[in-house]
């Protein structure tokens, strides 16, 4: 489901980094520090790495409650140019309903160039992309 007014445009094929690690929140940090380190390979502001490891955080914290027992928190890395697209999923048993509301949806969404939220019938995923030197 992509949030009502946005236009977001992200990459398709196949990423450039890719991670699975346990859907527990004690690896988030891993991704964290996995975006951040390649947001600076491309040269990405302090400012702008801050605001994606904290997106990440973000991301993470919206499809982390949704997992199934014993599943993988799978992350994607696609870079481009000045910008990064990360896309956090889970497995789920159960589509979950976005909450557009959400304190940490409104903090990804202030933060990222652009972001949604896609529900397949196993999955949720959160992809968002973040533009370096971009006003936001």
Same mark, same amino acid.
């Given at each position: 489901?992509?949030?009502? *007014?946005? +236009?977001?445009?992200?990459?398709?094929?196949? %990423? #450039?980094? $890719?991670?699975? &690690?346990?859907?527990?929140?004690?690896?988030?940090?891993?991704?964290?520090?996995?975006?951040?380190?390649?947001?600076?390979?491309?040269?990405?502001?302090?400012?702008?790495?801050?605001?994606?490891?904290?997106?990440? *955080?973000? +991301?993470?914290?919206?499809?982390?409650?949704? %997992? #199934?027992? $014993?599943?993988? &928190?799978?992350?994607?890395?696609?870079?481009?140019?000045?910008?990064?697209?990360?896309?956090?999923?889970?497995?789920?048993?159960?589509?979950?309903?976005?909450?557009?509301?959400?304190?940490?949806?409104?903090?990804?969404?202030?933060?990222?160039?652009?972001?949604?939220?896609?529900?397949?019938?196993?999955?949720?995923?959160?992809?968002?992309?973040?533009?370096?030197?971009?006003?936001?």
């Amino acid at each position: 489901m992509t949030v009502p *007014g946005a +236009a977001p445009t992200f990459p398709t094929g196949r %990423a #450039d980094v $890719e991670l699975r &690690l346990p859907a527990d929140g004690a690896f988030v940090s891993v991704l964290r520090t996995t975006a951040a380190g390649l947001a600076a390979r491309l040269d990405f502001t302090i400012d702008d790495i801050e605001d994606l490891r904290m997106a990440v *955080g973000e +991301a993470t914290a919206l499809v982390l409650p949704e %997992a #199934d027992p $014993e599943s993988d &928190l799978r992350c994607a890395f696609h870079l481009g140019d000045r910008a990064l697209t990360v896309e956090v999923s889970v497995t789920t048993s159960t589509a979950p309903e976005p909450n557009y509301e959400s304190f940490a949806w409104q903090v990804l969404t202030t933060i990222a160039t652009s972001a949604e939220e896609v529900t397949t019938a196993d999955s949720f995923t959160v992809r968002l992309t973040i533009v370096s030197g971009t006003d936001l």
